[in-house]
């Protein structure tokens, strides 16, 4: 089913990602809303396509108010080419555009991700967005293309987040700016290597203090980084029907002071490094 959103003037990318004008045909709302559910759990949104809303594990719109205010102290992103790289579904790539980006682009290996956003924009006709399904490596085929890069949520899931880092650096263009976001715990320049799983999330391989990830980013060549924000994210997780996914604050010792595991609890911090 397509619903021909190309032209609509009800497409907004705000808060809310909105694609195409709301429908009343309680058939196609129904085909809409199983087909969204097929495609979860989601945990990147809001969006809401054809009215049908679909929310995600994450308020993705709290995380871009603090990425783009920090891309701000540094000549924002109207104008410019723009990288997310792990960009999940592809929500950032449309706040982007709202915020004046003149193309962007989004890395995912994760076909599950792919399919979403194909879900998102089967009738949508927007060349300034791209989607690949491929990891950061795909990064050495761009090189010093972009003025801006998001990479929000990854590093800490790299085996090798140096490599990671690298990559970043030379796919920016002279001057320009990588917006680091990453779990992390107050800890300084230590760093936490889970033995298994952190506050119940597998994939994790390392929790950084904000000065662990500054020395990294200054032995991985950026001429300038800094931390920018620092913040308790527990309350950005939800259950919804489109992720019913268990938030990480179901997996902290009843104290609040530690993760069932043991470790300190997690933060999210927001750096800014330039190339």
């Known amino acids: 089913m397509v619903l021909d959103s190309r032209a609509n003037k009800s497409n907004s990318y705000g ?6 004008e709301p429908i009343s045909d309680a058939q196609q709302v129904s085909r809409i809303k199983e087909e969204a559910m097929a495609l979860g759990p ?9 009215g049908v809303r679909i929310d995600g594990q994450w308020d993705s719109s709290l995380k871009w108010k603090r ?3 920090a891309a701000d102290l540094f000549g924002g992103i109207q ?3 723009v990288c997310d790289v792990g960009c999940n579904n592809g929500y950032y790539l449309f706040r982007a555009l709202e915020a004046g980006a003149s193309f962007a682009l989004g890395l995912d290996p994760a076909a599950a991700f792919e399919q979403q956003f194909r879900f998102i924009t089967r009738d949508l006709d927007e060349a300034r967005i791209q989607f690949r399904k491929v990891g950061y490596q795909s990064l050495l085929e761009h090189k010093e293309a972009f ?5 929000m949520g990854v590093i800490y899931h790299q085996r090798n987040p140096y490599e990671l880092l690298d990559a970043l650096r030379d796919s920016l263009a002279p001057g320009g700016i990588v917006v680091l976001e990453t779990l992390g715990a107050n800890l300084d320049d230590r760093v936490i290597v889970p033995a298994g799983k952190y506050a119940g999330q ?12 500054l020395n990294m980013l200054k032995r991985s060549g950026f001429g300038m980084n800094r ?13 919804t029907a489109f992720a019913d996914l ?6 902290y010792h009843e104290s609040g002071s530690r993760t069932v595991e043991g470790y300190e609890v997690p933060l999210r911090y927001l750096f800014v490094a330039k190339r």
Not at 147 to 151: A, L, N, P, R, T
């Open 15 to 20: 808060d809310c990602v909105r694609i195409g």
């Open 42 to 50: 989601w945990r990147k949104g809001p969006f809401e396509i054809h």
């Open 67 to 69: 990425a783009l205010a």
């Open 79 to 81: 104008g410019k080419r």
């Open 147 to 151: 003025d801006v890069i998001f990479c």
């Open 202 to 213: 597998g994939g994790i391989w390392m929790v950084p203090g904000p000065t662990a990830v």
């Open 227 to 239: 931390t920018v924000d620092e913040w308790d994210a527990r309350d950005e997780q939800q259950r």
């Open 246 to 251: 268990p938030p990480m604050r179901e997996f």
